[in-house]
């Protein structure tokens, strides 16, 4: 999912010394009417209305792994650690975090945290969860995020048995090799505990989630599919995150447009997506009340490499001349008017480690002549009289920039290419994992936790769920896997430069921009509204004010 501000210091493990992470709580935004159950502060009333998309799976944390269901189980759990508005990690139940050798940690837990339901949170809470995600046969989309711990198979079910309980408040992770940024990444939602009644009916569960974070469901009718969830405070919440809000009420928009006219009619509080028609008035309409920050989220298209023509040494050739032929910076500037920057790799530059100047980046650049030279050589291997198709989802904002990226390629190389709009996000995403598209596709990717390799490995790395191209090179798995097992975050970023200059030569994803959140709310209705590093509206810190 896939974001991250300038400044973000990189988690490093110190050799022989102990880690133990620190950080501090965030800030964030929503506001509506009504009143709710929270303890966040003296003015814990008014429920936040935001905006949303229908979640693509039940919501159960480890298969949750698009950002509509992963705002609403961020707000549900809490983990070992969450993020602040900058990335930093922040201790939620995690007391501490500890190796020598980042390879085996020693996890100890604040004890007295209950879920929801009264079940107190021990170790077994956080290991017997984990256990369950990282099993073959249940199919969770967010199972790699284990794949290092010892006994992980993704061939088969298997116990993992590098996760040992010592006490109720203290495990040990052993992994199958270093990872210097394993304690980085205990901030997302596949890390979360997970109560004894999800094992009784996990279907059940996806439907009504139990959790103990600073939110919980507004009874058991609180998710209508297709149209919204509601929320209200946990009252009995211990973490960092305290609401100072009464709750929140998530409408699944199926277009962009509506969401932003209901924000400037006051009936929706908080919007993290203009749209494009927008972008020269946003400010205007919302002269106090509006955000234009970097975030670590990446945008791309892509061609399936199970797809005719985009295989081989001739998909090699019409992918590189594809990507020679998107005119990346009149794009950004005439569709998306500052929003946007044109991309020069595969993550973002507010993540600590990015450079620009990879080798091979500037397949990157505009060139006509080189484009249409390659693709002249990719006609010599088989003649390419097919449409070439983008398929995107109408209710995404994408329309304008598909149309200028697709006469971009038209022009270009004088062949005929269009969008393919799609009427929803989900239905999107069903045709890229189902491997049933017939042309390419809009990508992208928001951060799960602030790594280069995040960026890398979820989206491109053999096995992954988001793997849609279906990118499959030994070469870039082996570099990813040093990158990983590295003394130090920086260590491994080496690493995962040269896996990127990998990339730049095969093209699985054809890199196009990083995006901005760009955000309003409504300054009549909520104050003290920011986004963090990773888009998302920090919606526990909002106040409603009407």
């Given at each position: ?14 050799g ?20 709710g159950?929270g303890s966040?502060?003296?003015?814990a009333v ?8 229908e ?10 792994t ?5 705002k609403i189980?961020?707000s ?6 969450t993020y602040d508005?900058?990335?930093?990690p922040?201790?939620?139940?995690a007391?501490n975090?500890?190796t020598?050798d ?18 107190a949170?021990?170790?077994e809470s956080?290991t ?6 990282a099993?073959k ?9 284990f ?5 992980y ?14 006490s109720?408040?203290?495990?040990t992770?052993?992994l199958?090799s270093a990872?210097?940024?394993f304690?980085?990444s205990?901030g997302?939602?596949?890390f ?8 009784k009916?996990?279907k059940?569960?996806g ?6 974070g600073?939110?919980?469901l507004d ?14 405070t ?5 973490g ?9 009420t998530?409408?699944f ?9 209901d924000?400037?009619?006051?009936n929706l509080d908080?919007?993290d ?13 919302f002269p106090?009340?509006n955000?234009n920050?970097?975030a670590?989220?990446?945008q791309?298209i892509?061609?399936?490499y199970?797809l005719?023509?985009w295989?081989g040494?001739?998909?090699k ?6 990507s ?9 500037n005439?569709i998306?008017?500052?929003t946007?920057?044109?991309?020069k ?16 980046s500037?397949?990157l ?7 249409k030279k390659?693709?002249k ?6 003649p390419?009289?097919?449409?070439l198709t ?10 304008a920039?598909?149309t ?12 005929k ?9 989900a ?10 598209l ?13 790594s280069?390799y995040?960026?890398l490995?979820p989206t491109?790395g053999?096995g ?9 090179s030994s ?10 097992s590295a003394?130090?975050v920086?260590e ?9 200059e ?9 890199p196009?921009w ?5 955000g309003?709310?409504?300054a009549d ?11 998302v509206?920090l919606y ?7």
């Open positions: 999912m896939i974001k991250k501000r300038a400044g973000l210091t990189a988690l490093a493990v110190l022989a010394t102990a880690i133990a992470l620190t950080g501090c709580s965030g800030n964030g935004g929503g506001s509506g009417s009504g009143s159950s966040g502060s003296a003015n008014g429920i936040v209305t935001t905006n949303g998309s979640p693509q799976n039940p919501l159960i944390p480890s298969n949750t698009e950002t509509g269901g992963g189980i961020t549900l759990f809490d983990g070992l650690f508005a900058d990335g930093k922040v201790k939620e139940l007391k975090v500890e020598t980042s390879k085996t940690f020693d996890i100890t837990i604040n004890s007295g945290w209950k879920f929801t339901n009264g079940e949170i021990t170790a956080f017997k969860a984990w256990n369950w995600a099993q046969s249940n199919a969770q989309g967010a199972s790699y995020f794949e290092n711990i010892e006994g198979d993704a061939d088969k079910d298997s116990e993992l048995t590098g996760l040992k309980v010592k109720d408040d203290e495990f992770v052993t199958k990872q210097s940024d304690p980085l205990l997302y939602n596949a979360v505990p997970l109560p004894s009644v999800f094992y009916d996990t059940a569960f439907e009504n989630p139990i959790g103990n600073p939110y919980k009874g058991k009718s609180a998710w209508t599919h297709n149209q919204d969830i509601k929320l209200v946990n009252k009995d919440y211990q960092k995150r305290k609401p100072k809000n009464g709750g929140l998530i409408t928009y199926t277009s962009q447009d509506t969401a932003y006219s924000a400037q009619g006051g908080v919007l997506a203009v749209p494009d028609a927008a972008f020269s008035t946003y400010k205007s309409d106090d009340s955000v920050q970097a670590a989220i990446f791309a892509y061609l399936p199970y005719d023509h295989k040494e001739e998909g050739l019409r992918r590189e001349a594809v020679l032929s998107i005119n990346r910076k009149q794009i950004t005439k998306f008017q500052g946007r920057t044109p991309a790799d595969f993550t973002s530059p507010v993540i600590d480690g990015w450079t620009a100047d990879l080798k091979g500037d397949v650049d505009y060139n006509k002549s080189e484009a390659l693709w050589q990719a006609d010599d291997i088989s390419y009289n097919d449409t983008i398929a995107y989802n109408a209710d995404g904002g994408h329309e920039w598909v200028a990226v697709t006469n971009s390629i038209s022009s270009t190389l004088g062949i290419a269009e969008g393919k709009a799609l009427p929803t996000f239905e999107a995403l069903a045709l890229q994992t189902d491997d049933k017939t042309g390419g596709s809009r990508t992208g990717w928001q951060a799960d936790y602030p280069l995040n960026f490995g491109m053999k992954s769920s988001n793997n849609y191209s279906r990118y499959d070469e870039y798995n082996e570099l990813l896997a040093k990158g990983r003394s130090s920086e491994g970023n080496k690493f995962f430069d040269q896996a990127q990998l990339l730049l030569k095969d093209l699985p994803e054809i196009l990083y995006s901005n959140v760009t309003v709310w409504s209705n909520v104050k003290n509204v920011k986004f963090g590093w990773d888009s509206p526990y810190d909002v106040e409603v004010t009407k």
